[in-house]
């Protein structure tokens, strides 16, 4: 195949990015009220898969991806 990858691991920050996009995608979807419940759910999920390995010991590329898109998430929002 083309795009052929050996070695390549996804962990449970990689599924937390893809959680939070969702999120954000979600909450600017002008098709749903406005702040959904869908939203705030892949938030929470997001926010799961995140603690799911350590964040301090274990930093990547994609932990600071995933922090940074969580706060973008916040400012666009009232959750907490």
Do not use: M, N, W
């Amino acid at each position: 195949a083309i795009y052929k990858q050996s070695g390549v691991s996804y962990g449970p920050h990689d599924l937390a990015l893809l959680l939070i996009v969702l999120g954000i995608g979600a909450l600017v979807d002008l098709s749903i009220e406005p702040y959904s419940l869908e939203a705030q759910h892949y938030y929470v999920l997001a926010r799961a898969a995140t603690v799911l390995q350590p964040v301090l010991t274990e930093q990547s590329v994609t932990t600071v991806k995933v922090g940074l898109t969580c706060l973008s998430f916040l400012l666009r929002t009232h959750f907490t």
